[in-house]
């Protein structure tokens, strides 16, 4: 028992670790900028701040940091668009800029760069600026304007910021995440004064979104600091708690097995559809990232996921509904070797690959880690281990839902015994469409 106790004191441990690297808080696939625009009596300054998170950081392994650097100002150079009185004005760059690599999840890095440009703006009186520097991309994007000396300034965008310069990011603002891309100032003779709207609201703010403790895990393992099986352990954990977080089919699981009166061995059968399909799923998702970055961006192929497993779901609904208002109708039908005919293999296949089609993008960030830290092997035996917990959430979830429907069945309450596999079939249904709806938007 002593040893048990231990055992678990340590996988406790390692679920709880903070680590020494945090999660990117907008994500991992992030590129997320700022432009700080300070207007004097005859220049127009631009200091342009980027922080690209682990992903697209590891997309660009392979160039030296001068190059990195170059690439940047190159887009700023593209991207920033500087209008004074009504006619293009070129922003020049000053200085050399700086770039730093911080530490990422799964021993990947972060890059963050900071360019300065400069554009005479002599009498200047209305200016404005446009930034459309990774507009294809996922982020932070914003703008905010500083008076200068002898200038009294007047702004659609904010005087301040809540990042800190894209350091820390507001918790509540996370999920809507700013997207500034145009500011315009009128300017005349002043004392440094700006008249500009409120910034956002300043809460609570984190460099971390969570969800990252899988790969601080894998830092862990590689570094040696444990035994593996420890690890694996604490990586089932992550799995199976991760499972809990919104999504991930859980709903749809216990839905289907209520609608055509499933069985423990079917329940764990969709746990292992899960678990293959999100293992291969990760595995293919890094194939992309690491072949295809050229042409593909991994991040857009997350809505056409979402969609394709929203049609799926649709597809296993449809399906149940029907075949549960055919019995419905037929009360004739209704004998015991006729109450799983609904449950076809190919239904069950459908929904666990459905739920485990999405990859996890910790998963992912622990493979990309893997591979730059020449540990392929533990990168990929810990995320077997994650998504069998995943799965085992799952699977759990599932023979509650078969026993709840046997309790059922055993009251003998012959309304709530046709209703519920029939309701169940039409929430489903309603499942599936909620996804492919959310899936559109982001693919037009």
């Not at 992309?288 to 779901?313: H, K, R």
Request: charged share 15%.
């Amino acid at each position: 028992m002593r040893r048990l106790g231990l055992a678990l004191g340590v996988i406790v441990a390692l679920l709880g670790a903070t680590g020494r690297a945090d999660a990117h808080p907008l994500g991992n696939f992030s590129v997320n900028h700022l432009a700080v625009v300070s207007i004097a009596r005859d220049a127009v300054d631009v200091r342009w701040i980027l922080d690209q998170a682990e992903v697209p950081t590891f997309q660009e392994r392979g160039l030296a940091p001068r190059e990195v650097l170059a690439r940047k100002r190159a887009a700023a150079e593209a991207g920033l668009a500087l209008r004074v009185d009504g006619r293009a004005v070129a922003l020049r760059p000053v200085g050399a800029g700086r770039i730093a690599f911080p530490p990422g999840q799964g021993g990947l890095r972060l890059t963050r760069v900071e360019l300065r440009f400069r554009a005479s703006a002599v009498g200047a009186r209305r200016v404005e600026l446009r930034d459309s520097t990774f507009r294809d991309r996922i982020g932070w994007r914003d703008i905010i304007v500083r008076p200068g000396a002898g200038t009294a300034v007047r702004s659609s965008v904010p005087a301040r910021e809540p990042t800190g310069g894209l350091r820390r990011y507001p918790r509540d603002l996370i999920s809507s995440p700013a997207n500034r891309r145009v500011a315009r100032f009128t300017v005349r003779a002043g004392h440094a004064t700006v008249a500009a709207p409120g910034s956002r609201a300043e809460g609570p703010v984190t460099t971390d979104r969570g969800g990252g403790g899988f790969a601080r895990l894998f830092d862990d393992a590689a570094a040696g600091r444990g035994v593996l099986l420890a690890f694996l352990l604490a990586a089932f954990g992550w799995g199976a708690l991760h499972a809990l977080s919104p999504g991930h089919g859980k709903a749809m699981v216990a839905a289907y097995l209520v609608g055509t009166r499933g069985t423990a061995r079917q329940a764990v059968l969709l746990g292992a559809t899960v678990t293959v399909t999100h293992t291969i799923g990760v595995f293919a998702l890094g194939l992309v990232t690491l072949a295809l970055s050229d042409f593909i961006l991994p991040e857009d192929l997350y809505p056409w996921l979402n969609l394709v497993a929203g049609a799926m779901v649709v597809g296993v609904g449809i399906a149940v509904l029907r075949g549960r208002l055919r019995r419905a109708v037929h009360a004739h039908d209704h004998h015991h070797h006729h109450h799983h005919a609904s449950l076809t293999p190919r239904g069950l296949l459908a929904l666990g690959a459905s739920a485990g089609l999405i990859p996890c993008p910790s998963a992912l960030v622990v493979l990309l880690g893997a591979i730059a830290q020449a540990q392929i092997l533990l990168g990929m035996v810990l995320i077997v281990a994650f998504s069998l917990g995943l799965a085992a959430t799952l699977t759990v979830l599932g023979l509650a839902a078969v026993w709840t429907t046997g309790r059922v069945e055993r009251l003998r309450v012959p309304a709530a015994a046709r209703l519920l596999p029939v309701a169940s079939a039409a929430v489903i249904v309603a499942l599936g469409c909620a996804l492919t709806v959310q899936a559109v938007p982001k693919l037009v």
